[in-house]
């Protein structure tokens, strides 16, 4: 079984910059993808941000700029740099593992979850 483990949250201010990390254990497809997701208090899950094992990000259209989707293969390890945050970025931020990478442009279809990190803007 895939086990994800998410780490780097915390508190910041507007304009403020976080780097979250998500590392994996057990085999993931290299036709998979991994990505992050964030939940804020009221709202839906959304889907922020996707990689392919090969390296090719994807970002959620609201995202585009602010943040940035890579990984380390090497340390089984992908990361988002999120800069430039504000309040409305405080929410529970998810790493994924799926199947595709969906109109949205983020990783879909998953098939395991981390169990989130607090990310709070103030």
């Known amino acids: 079984d895939v086990q994800l483990v998410e780490s780097g949250g915390g508190s910041a201010q507007s304009g403020g910059s976080l780097r979250l990390s998500c590392t994996h254990s057990g085999y993931i497809s290299s036709r998979q993808c991994m990505g992050w997701y964030r939940q804020a208090p009221g709202k839906a899950r959304e889907g922020i941000a996707g990689?392919?094992?090969?390296?090719?990000?994807y970002y959620a259209s609201s995202e585009k700029g602010r943040f940035t989707i890579t990984q380390d293969n090497a340390k089984n390890t992908i990361y988002l740099q999120m800069n430039r945050l504000t309040p409305e970025d405080t929410a529970m931020y998810y790493c994924?593992?799926?199947?595709?990478?969906?109109?949205?442009?983020?990783?879909?279809?998953?098939?395991?979850w981390g169990q989130g990190t607090q990310v709070t803007v103030s």
């Open positions: 990689i392919r094992r090969n390296g090719e990000p």
């Open positions: 994924a593992a799926g199947t595709r990478i969906s109109v949205g442009d983020y990783c879909d279809d998953t098939t395991a």
